[in-house]
């Protein structure tokens, strides 16, 4: 899964960005579930507090945005989740926007990174293929011609302007599907370019008001770099 | 902080009601902020996996809901948040509810619940005392008077008929403020209430649609009883 | 009518709850459009102003609510709704909930109440089978079927983790369909625990702010017992 | 009451309008709580059911619309309320509108035809003068500074482009603030000129779908005409 | 297009309004993209700018309103919109409106009229017929079966009590299909309408506020009278 | 003002990505109405039809994107506006974000970007210092301290996180206020970087669906190659 979202990603780069993929080394092969988001969104936090002194910013690299919040409060660099930089680039290219993925066991998960964007009314429509498939790592192959109608009727019948394919085993599909009735949106592409513009626009990322590094907080039981971290954090 | 909040819920339980109260054994002594909330989610999980034979239903006893839905979704018993249950019954005793508590760290978790629980047309505001307190666990009598100025504000200037004394410090305060020109919800007893009703409405809790049970996944690193659990679960 | 939801109350009440069924002696057999609604709201008021000295809390139970608003206002105990504490009761058990009636001709008026406690982003959808029936008083049996039939579709086709059964002439059915597709919540039972709930959280109900009684107010040609304690009421 | 509005209605009149003033014959001397306001939705059907041979149009004339969209559901006719009229005529004249009142009593009420009506962005604020009065009656001139200065705070402290001035006893005060720095709409002469507007474009009023008129339903003690009415309607 | 607009707002006029048709001496013959609307708004401008000592009140004849909240701000008079227009009266005809209109590529910009109007919470559905038509003059007699269809539709499946019939094509269309199961609005007739009461109740339009004139602006390359009126415009 | 924004887009643009600044030949020298908003939209959209041939993407840069809709509909390339993409960036920064500007006469237009976007939600607040400036040029010098004042009032009483300063005049400002408490956003560098990451991610822009080119359409009277272009253009 990291492969196929590192080549997605190294595509949309800019020539002097460099990209450092980092795979879990705990939790789940990937994520379906809000249980699984949830477990995960501790692992994020981890994760980034492992390589903090190594980046600039951190694209968490699964659509549903784990953690996203809270490693924005708890680290002061810019953070982007794929969700919510697919939403956003998609609401410049057009007015109503779906999200095409490839199984129902996302959806709730995935729904809820659209109420906390607060973008309810740009939503067109969620829709899944009803065709089953074998391998999460072959979804692209296995089911692009039940996805290509997705898109179709998400456009032609929800009035959908733009079709964001969302999940990370679909990274790098929406380069594919090139005659599509709707502007497709790849999250990998468009994490990687928010990324670069937060950077820019704004370095230390969001650092102020409820953003802000809440104060040091003693804790145990939790990982060794991530409980430093939170117990000398503070503002 | 435990014993704060059994003694609350202690005097809104049924005659019926048997209460076992949890305190976790890893994270923090008590959550204020988002970052501290999504690791404490999988706490929750992890506490819920522990006791899920011994019990009919869980109440999340720390305002805010950390790991509500995800609980929700992995186990089939009702799941009760404070935050949730108290706006839920706020919206019977007036128009517009507002949120006092003690610390503007907590805000910010605490609005997401609001968000999520689609209620953001109800809320009058979001009050928090200027004055500082020197211990968490003495929150109570440190702050009264200023938490009444407070609700007495949110009252009369912000048009709240109802005042949510949220945060877990605060757990059996509302009984206290009895001359408030508000109704009082405090949030441990609104919870165990509304467990206690689910377990008559619903017993089975939230088990279908976005909420049945996610197909069994394989993990590691995580919480032996907890992964175990996600690891056999499925639909 | 009166009998089918006492005997859905009663299954519901806790040990120490004493359920008073009251019938109205005007108005309609029951209540299916927003103008015989209007009506019954004064009928509500006059029926509450009869019994008020008897209870501790009050169940308006048409599904609808009429008068809620105005009951909490003129009297200061627990006033409950069937249609607000079902939906409140559906917020706990899943994301998005449907209602399925048995009548389109209730549709607009149930549709209210949804509007007035602010939850139209957690609706699903609301469903009616097409079928007809002969008596309401057995609508259960009559329409088993289709209502199962519309429940499933709510669930499968419209995104309903829960489905409330709503409409006096199906109280208790939802105990009877265990095996549907989405949970299940009956409305009067639910409006039971909720008033049990009440009583213990804030037991004089709405009395602040906007639902504060009213000043006195003189008045003529209106129900005896009511015009009196209007006549007398005031802040 | 029903002169000062029959005076303010006549000058909005169109030549060929002729105006039918009728006072309730019991109730209230005027409304101001939701629970008078259910009572008076009652008396409003009652009174349309006596004079409903006799003309095209109905204004129910109380700021609030008491049994507004019951007596659509009930009568073909059109009928309009002062307050939705008011605030669909000020979002013809900015972008948002304050309403300005004349008791705190009055507030929760009115707002609740802002929900009704899907209208709460447009608007700006509710304001009250602090200042007391002693009779109804004589609201306009005893209050009329104070009201002016709402008026001003609205437009220059809440962004208001247009305030209404609601409430019966304010009838005709918009045409005396005439230096107002804000747009002003007064009640009585919105609704006369909508209906006028609506017995030409829909001179059936609403008759269809939700509002089509309910099947015909036996029913007992309430009053004799609207009773009857009611018994006999149906589609 | 002008006589077929003129013919259905002569019907609708008061006897004492007089109606002065204006048609652009440059855009477009009619207007069907958001390109064309807004490239139209402007025109709108200079044709109020050429004529605004001759009237009381404007109509902005092209379903959609293009510059109408410009023309507000610039001009102190009633301006009404027909869609606006439309979409208030259709308020006060039912719960929920649905808009019918001949062409798929007017949906997008009428759509924008909705929420520029915060109306979305009340619109049910807007429906195109699928069939085409040979010449836009001819759409009413060409497609009044399909659009008919599309009102059933509209009424049957959607839950609109009322149905506006878009487009300045359909102008007079309503009514001529007195049968449909829903309340027409004809949206000339709806504008006239609104002209005549705003006259009556705000004879100065909106001119407070975010709608009071802008302060005077050099400028060039503009129509002259409207550059002109641009110039010496201020406050 | 070219220059100023030139220059603050020089700042944030990749290496390999060339500006080519263009200023308007007619119209205001700045924007501060809608009815000029009106006017420089088609201006935008002849300014593009000139330039579409020499660039990858467009920047339209001035606060409130007139013209934007209408130009991703018209051409088939990212177009980005200031507004919108600064809310967009912000999104990404906070939980909320406030918007300050130098003048009063602009909020109005700026609100409606926020409206269009969809995402009231997402604003704590619209602030404007109440000083004077002398020369529109000067504003940055002349308001530096009041602006500052108003960026630490909406980050410390409105709880905004973030604060676009909006208004071209302020282009570059962000970068010297670096102490504020809130993230602040300079829409100028905004748009440029979201203008790369659409060139990279969605290359034809917004070209679909409700975006798609509208149908040819004869015109008079309006710019020589706009015209042309909307005479050619078509689907």
Redesign the interface.
């Known amino acids: 899964m990291t492969s196929i979202m590192t080549e997605a990603a190294t595509g ?1 780069a ?3 960005s460099e990209l450092i993929p980092v795979t879990a ?5 990937y994520i ?8 995960a ?2 692992i994020v ?1 981890e994760m980034i507090a492992a390589h903090i002194a190594e980046v600039d910013a951190v694209v968490i690299a699964a659509y549903g945005d784990p ?1 996203l ?6 680290f002061d660099l ?1 953070v ?1 989740g794929m969700a ?2 697919a939403m ?2 998609a ?6 926007f779906s999200l095409v993925t490839f199984s129902e ?1 996302l ?2 998960w995935y ?2 990174s659209l ?8 939503l067109a429509s969620i829709r899944v293929p009803p065709a089953e498939f074998k391998s999460v790592i072959n979804v692209q192959s296995e089911l692009r011609a039940p996805l290509y109608t997705e898109v179709t009727a998400a ?1 032609e019948q929800d ?4 079709v964001i394919l969302g999940g990370a085993p679909l990274a790098g599909l929406a380069g594919q599907l090139s005659d ?7 999250p990998v ?2 994490a990687v ?2 990324a ?3 950077v ?3 370095p ?8 802000k590094r ?2 040091a ?6 990982d060794a770099r ?1 409980g430093e971290w ?1 117990a000398k954090s503070g503002h």
Request: contains cysteine; proline residues 8%.
């Open positions: 949309a800019a020539p002097d080394t705990r939790g789940f092969p379906s579930s809000r249980a699984e988001a949830e477990i969104g501790t936090l953690g919040y809270a490693a924005r409060e708890l810019p982007v919510e930089a956003l680039t609401c410049m290219l057009g007015s109503q066991d959806v709730p729904r809820e109420t906390v964007a607060g973008l309810s009314s740009r456009a009035g959908a302007d733009v599509a009735p709707a502007v497709l949106v790849d592409s468009a370019k928010q670069e513009a937060l820019c626009v704004a230390r990322g969001a650092y102020a008001g409820s953003m809440p104060p907080k003693i804790n145990s039981g939790i991530l939170i």
